[in-house]
């Protein structure tokens, strides 16, 4: 799921830097347990400045105009990614099998 929300997020000019091998993500979400009972996906989103979430740099950024573009293609991507997985039998297939494997590899 999460290529697929890349992709339509590339589509609308937006690119995710390449992870550093070694740099671990420290944090949670507000999906509990959600993500072991059902295929999910936490995609983040910058707001085209740098600054860290939950700070108050972040709060004064969010509240702009100028950067509510960068939510609406968030939100569009998700959008166009739940549409997908609607429509694409295969693509929902391919979801649930490695759902399926990741969470046999986690209760392992």
């Known amino acids: ?9 590339e589509i609308e000019g937006v690119y995710f830097s390449i992870p550093v091998p070694g740099f671990g993500f420290n944090g949670s979400t507000d999906m509990g347990n959600v993500s072991l009972v059902v295929p999910s996906i ?19 950024l969010a ?3 100028e950067v509510q573009q ?3 293609i968030a939100a569009k991507s998700m959008a166009l990614t739940c549409t997908e997985l609607f429509l ?13 494997k990741r969470i046999k590899e986690f209760e392992d």
Do not use: W
């Open 1 to 9: 799921m999460s290529s697929v929300y890349r992709h339509f997020s």
């Open 42 to 60: 936490h995609p983040g989103y910058s707001l085209g400045g740098h600054c860290r979430i939950h700070t108050r740099d972040f709060e004064e």
């Open 63 to 65: 509240g702009k105009p």
């Open 70 to 72: 960068y939510a609406l």
């Open 88 to 100: 694409n039998q295969d693509l929902r297939e391919r979801v649930k099998h490695e759902f399926q």
